[in-house]
């Protein structure tokens, strides 16, 4: 009779099991391949946008069916060209700057470090590489002398639990460090709950004239500007945790309005949403004390509709080039949200630059524009062709049932961690499966432990 009850135990988790993996078996059949893809398209950009693919990754080991590509998007939506990371070993790419001669400046990682070049688009080859051993790197740009300025993240010491992330220049004919700035000595060191090995996440360095540095520690939630003669920090927006302002962001550009009022413009990733900000002081705006001045929010645009959006450019006809990463897209939005053109990039763009502006932020201010106010995104193609988490699935369920926070970090984090042709059921439902199959595996060895331990002792003679 026990025996009876056994198998017939045996045979129903067999057959949850199989019920279980029937979702993968579906989505595997179903599963339509999408890549490159236009979306919305009002009227053709001012000439080709560059889009640097970051491409999806779990625990550090790449994903070839996700690779990290760059890309040239023609100004009506045709693929002009793109190039696959492992030909110069990048696994991951991130920013990607248009220089003055045509080329571009690449960033890129792999296991080993990171990897910076200047990439000839019409060769398809470096003209020239940097290698750093500094990992995850984000950020590294030319200055106008040919030296280099890196934003230099998890550069933890495990044998003093002490965070030496920082913001470095780097002189290439030199190989030497000629400038460094370290976020520990202006920084609580109990910042973001103290040191740990992704402390500040410093995902953005862009030079602003001769004498500042504007950076973006991402876990710190702020937008900072360092002087780079003294190194104490002029100006701040943003603090840790306020998630009202920033939450997470990343690559901040900055703008002078007319009235000559500092104004950034950042990508509010956490937040889901593009920002803009404007400086207002009593006196000098450059000089001024803060407690003579205050950062107002003058503009806000896609909350909850773009999906972890990571790069937010100011074009000089006044639109918006917008990343928008876990939607697996690149648009360029109106003031007042509109969509004009659009295109959908698999597997998570990071960063992108209209070439013919030159990279970063070249147009006006809102202020410039009275064009301030809180907006929503419209004109969207509405066909993505990979199909957001948050949007369907297990994420809308959580989202439903008023669990946002948890909605927003499955969608954040699954595409990294599933099979590209699995859905999101499917993946809850397989990993169930797993699970199942484990909870079996470890009530055969408790039923049979007996006779373990006698092979094993058979085995041990």
């Not at 913001?167 to 004919?173: A, E, G, L």
């Not at 937008?223 to 943003?238: A, P, Q, W, Y």
């Not at 595409?415 to 797993?434: D, H, R, S, Y």
Request: hydrophobic residues 35%; proline residues 5%.
């Amino acid at each position: 009779m026990e025996q009876s009850r056994r198998t017939l135990a045996r045979g129903v988790t067999a057959l949850l099991v199989v019920a279980l993996l029937v979702p993968a078996g579906v989505s595997a059949v179903t599963y339509d391949p999408t890549d490159f893809q236009r979306g919305h398209i009002e009227e053709p950009a001012n000439g080709s946008t560059v889009v640097g693919i970051q491409g999806f990754h779990f625990q550090g080991q790449g994903a070839k069916k996700k690779p990290a590509r760059l890309a040239s998007i023609g100004p009506n939506g045709s693929l002009n060209w793109q190039f696959d990371g492992s030909a110069v070993g990048a696994r991951w790419f991130y920013d990607v700057d248009p220089l003055e001669n045509g080329n571009l400046l690449v960033v890129s990682t792999n296991q080993d470090g990171t990897i910076v070049y200047e990439f000839d688009p019409e060769r398809k080859e470096a003209v020239w590489t940097e290698r750093f051993d500094i990992h995850d790197t984000h950020d590294v740009d030319k200055l106008p002398n040919g030296d280099l300025v890196v934003a230099n993240m998890r550069q933890y010491n495990e044998t003093t639990g002490v965070s030496n992330d920082r913001v470095f220049v780097y002189n290439r004919s030199t190989d030497e460090i000629t400038w460094e700035w370290l976020f520990r000595n202006h920084y609580p060191n109990s910042t973001d709950g103290g040191f740990n090995s992704d402390w500040s996440h410093v995902n953005d360095v862009d030079r602003v004239g001769d004498d500042h540095f504007l950076v973006s520690p991402r876990n710190f939630d702020q937008v900072i500007l360092i002087n780079r003669t003294t190194k104490e920090i002029d100006m701040r927006l943003g603090s840790d945790d306020d998630y009202s302002v920033l939450h997470e962001q990343h690559n901040p550009d900055w703008l002078v309005s007319a009235e000559g009022n500092p104004t950034i413009v950042v990508a509010d990733s956490e937040n889901d949403r593009v920002v803009e900000y404007e400086r207002r002081c009593t006196g000098d705006p450059m000089d001024a004390p803060p407690e003579d001045c205050s950062w107002n929010r003058t503009w806000s645009v896609g909350s909850d509709q773009f999906n972890w959006p990571r790069d937010a450019d100011r074009l000089p006809n006044g639109n918006t080039l917008v990343t928008d990463s876990l939607n697996h897209r690149v648009v360029e939005i109106t003031p007042d949200g509109e969509i004009v053109w659009e295109y959908y990039a698999t597997w998570g763009p990071y960063d992108a630059e209209r070439v013919s502006m030159g990279g970063s932020s070249k147009g006006p201010t809102i202020a410039d524009m009275d064009a301030g106010g809180t907006y929503d995104v419209t004109g969207s193609a509405n066909d993505p062709p990979v199909a957001t988490e948050s949007e369907s699935g297990p994420g809308a369920m959580l989202a439903s049932l008023g669990f946002t926070d948890l909605s927003r970090t499955w969608s954040h984090v699954t595409p990294w961690a599933k099979p590209i042709w699995m859905g999101g059921w499917a993946f809850v439902t397989t990993v169930l499966a797993g699970l199942v199959l484990v909870g079996w595996g470890v009530t055969e060895m408790a039923l049979h432990r007996g006779e373990i331990r006698r092979r094993v002792r058979r085995l041990a003679r």
